[in-house]
């Protein structure tokens, strides 16, 4: 089963005759902002500074918290709170870029500060593959992007998706699920990820053997949890089960704010899910795809771009994923008006709350079997 989608996947065709002139002025217009301007499409000191800030937010708390310096029950559940918009952090605005190629042209560089995914319970390969290759390939298209299928059909996100009669309350039940996210990276995923990949020949695109990647995830695992659940354990000051349920809490907190920002650039009304036709191929080429499946929220909201990683300027992030995102909010307005010129849809939100709005109006219309 694996082998054959894995196939089905290589074989599906994006149209390269389609909107050719459009994609080479949008390339070209960005290159041309990079150039006239002498700047890096890589890190500057406003990332490297976000990476110290992000990993500070993550960590202090936890030292603190070690050493016996927060020791008071409430000021302890914050800590653990903070710490997991500390990991949210780390996954939006370090690894992500880092595990794009993005963040240095030192791929060194990259493969370092893209481990640091550790932090946030989750396997460097397993992401790329699952990320990187699945999703920004294919967006939105049910069977082939891994983001908007739910385990066990618990959510609805494609109108090609089974409907099932529990989806009709999902806009109530869908923020729990959202919260489990890194909690579930942490736990049996990644192993059972890993494994499917390998079935799928995925595994081939880390440029590692199985047993080395299987090696390097079981290192992990151990790290983190020697880290995370073993440290606390011993050093703070509080029964062992408390200091689970503090574990939980952060990465519920973590969970629900990276799984809101992924929904919110994906699925909301203005975002397609096309189809691949008869002739396994997609009827627009690759750029078009990507700006007819995602959208921007709060584009202006400088405060919650510098937290989200600029993933509020998703359209431009999924364009050019090799562009650290630092740079996004610059060449966004490029984005925006050659799309207009050539007549293509650039799909964004003034506000974060209208964004979080209409993705619940999409959790509720997919929920309904009109639209199954």
Known sequence: ???????????????????????????????????????????????????????????????????????????????????????????????????????????????????????????????????????????????????????????????????????????????????????????????????????????????????????ELIIDKLIYYGFIVALPIIFIDMAWWQTILMILLMHFVAGLILSTVFQLAHVIPDTQFPQINEDNKIENDWMVHQLETTANFAHKNRLLNWFVGGLNHQVEHHLFPNICHVHYRKISSIVQKTAMEYGIPYNTEPSFFKALRNHVRMLKALGRPAVA
């Not at 937010?57 to 020791?71: A, E, Q, S």
């Not at 903070?82 to 996954?91: L, S």
């Not at 440029?207 to 090696?215: E, N, P, R, S, Y």
Request: proline fraction near 1%.
């Open 1 to 215: 089963m694996g082998k054959t989608i894995n196939a089905q996947r290589a074989s599906v065709r994006f149209c390269t005759k389609s909107n050719a002139e459009f994609n080479r002025t949008l390339k070209k217009r960005v290159q041309d902002y990079f150039k006239e301007n002498k700047v890096s499409r890589f890190a500057n000191f406003e990332m490297v500074s976000k990476t110290f800030i992000m990993l500070a937010i993550y960590l202090v708390p936890f030292i603190l918290m070690l050493t016996g310096v927060i020791t008071n029950i409430w000021l302890v559940a914050a800590s653990w709170i903070v710490m997991g918009i500390g990991m949210a952090g780390i996954g939006m605005g370090v690894m992500h870029d880092a595990n794009h190629g993005s963040y240095s042209k030192n791929e060194t560089v990259n493969k370092i500060l893209g481990r640091v995914i550790i932090l946030v319970g989750g396997f460097a390969a397993n992401w790329k593959i699952q990320h990187n290759i699945l999703h920004h390939s294919y967006t939105n298209i049910h069977g082939m992007d891994e983001d908007i299928d739910a385990p066990a059909g618990l959510l609805r996100f494609s109108p090609d998706s089974e409907w099932k009669k529990a989806h009709r309350f999902q806009h109530l039940y869908a923020w729990f699920f959202y919260g489990l996210l890194t909690l579930s990276w942490s736990t049996n995923k990644d192993f059972v990820q890993i494994s499917r990949y390998k079935k799928m020949g995925l595994t081939e695109t880390q440029h590692a053997k199985f047993k080395v990647l299987m090696t």
